[in-house]
């Protein structure tokens, strides 16, 4: 990345956080939407994703197009390796192809067919991605082992200029045989310039069932790219002419869009009208990704958008009817459809799990002008993953899962992501009370940064500021690997600094930074508690203090001083010594928090 190109627009988007929004019965969540009868659709309500519950093992409902959802994996192939949900999502890659044959064996035996889809966001996360240079060496390499019919592009992608070309450099894109699909993210110079880096579109058609759906892939104006590529933006894109002709293909049953963009940005509604001009009826899945949630919307009569959490924690399955093949049975009574799902997150509060597991419909079904939709969110669990497969979870494991877990750990040694380099005296929180003793972005601002990163250390004349979002991952009591560090801040942003300015100065560019408008797309958990952001302590009344930023934020520190002081400052690279936003976490915690462990204070 280079100073010239950094994204001055919207924060938030590298960096959302959110939690699961969703509705959850202990590990498979039951959901079904009829699109179009009710202004917000139809759903099944329950617990959410942080709850507990008992498992009920109930094999998934199938229908002509059947669809396994993933989307913000950022990396954590390897799985959870903390206690930071409950029930424990136990789950890794090996589960989910092991989750994949058993759901093939399936298919088999109904003449049905499986689309299995991600929405992009693969790296920036954890060290199994992150921890080469470049970003993915390893990574796309792995990923090749896991089936997948098609995936879309994420923001994060996009940061470096050296990941899209690895995308392409580690034989993934080709691996894909067209189902990379960046609609409207190109590259931007050289022979291939204005040529998608993956393709266009996909058309599936089911080996079994025949089914034919149109695969599309679109990410949201990101303005932060890397120099190599264009992101077209999106209303643009769906002027081009190869839509069309897409849209033209004959005897479409879906159209499945993979939208790395919130389930409310009204870009979804652009791509969605534009579809409608020559698909009036036919079903159109959109999959989101990008905000870090559990969510189910309804978008017309016969579209509907899900979205299917973060960092491996869910897996998302969408099922419902062809458009050649629908049949139309009586309408249900208003009072057999169940809780209604806020379509912009969790489900209403009270709904009771008898009113999750009644089935009062034929799944999948037409009726009149709509299109039903049965959805689950199932736990990254191995006995949530069984049970949605139908089989007992002594019998899940097989032998290519296995044998991908080994390589994955091979790896994870290779790039010594196992190294304890500290020990954490107690769990910190990123959505807690700065002022809190177990705030994460407290812990940053009052001991790593003046601690690690100014000089001298805990110099009173350097102020640190960052924008909310930089911490992607809660601390854990007890030993810190190298992993862990990569997974609490993995973006490596170096740091920038802006010389002599005044307290009141200061405090001023705080409050015009905190004054912005929060773009929905932003409004995670720790926006709610702590804003959008923090800073270290400085006397607010008078001195002079240099100002410490990373390069995410310069631009906009920046342009605040400027519209504080009425004149643009000086930036000025601080640091030499490579120290970045992960490597002055690695530094703190090896400094200050010295192995072997000791007393731990866990709030789990």
Known sequence: KSFARMNVGLRMPRRMLGTVAAVCLAGVTHGRAVVGSRPLGNTRGGQTLSGSGTSRPRSLPWNDINIVSLTDVHGWVDGHRHPDNTPRLDADYGDLISFRHHMEAEADRRGKDILYLNSGDLVDGRGISDATDPKGKVFF???????????????????????????????????????????????????????????RYKLWTGPRSGVKVLVLGFLYNFKGAASVVDVIPVAEAVGQSWVESALREEDLDAVVVLAHMDLRDALVSTI????????????????????????????????????????????????????????????????????????????LAGASTDTLSREVVPVGEKRGSTTWFDFEYVDATRAALAAAAGVDVNDFATVAGEVFREEVELARAALGLNREIGCSPRDYSRTADFDSEDSAYGLMMRDVNPVSLFLPERNMTMVSIQSVGSIRYDLYAGAMTVDDTITVSPFGDPYFRLPRLTGPQIAA??????????????????????GTWVHSEFEKTGGFFDVVTVEYDVAQVAAAVQEVTGRQWEVEPYRHDDLDTTTVWEKFIEAEWPLPCRAVHSGA
């Open 141 to 199: 390499k792995l990923l090749q082992q896991v089936p997948f019919d098609a995936y879309g592009i994420g923001n994060h992608e996009l940061y470096d200029a050296s990941t899209p070309h690895e995308l392409v450099d580690s034989g993934f894109v080709r691996w894909l045989d067209g189902g990379y699909v960046t609609s409207n993210v190109v590259w931007a110079s050289g022979e291939n310039a204005g040529a998608p880096i993956g393709s």
């Open 272 to 347: 969605v009208t534009r579809i409608r001009t020559t698909l009036p009826t036919t079903p159109i899945q959109v999959l989101n990704g990008h905000t870090h949630y559990r969510g189910f919307n309804k978008i017309d009569d016969n579209a509907a958008g899900l979205e299917a959490g973060k960092y491996f924690d869910t897996v998302g399955w969408v099922s419902f009817q062809a458009a050649t093949r629908q049949t139309r049975p009586a309408a249900p009574k208003p009072e057999d459809l169940g809780a209604v799902a806020n379509v912009n997150g969790p489900a």
């Open 509 to 530: 560019t705080i409050s015009a930074l905190s004054g912005e408008a929060v773009h929905p797309n932003a409004a995670t958990p720790e926006v709610a508690v702590l």
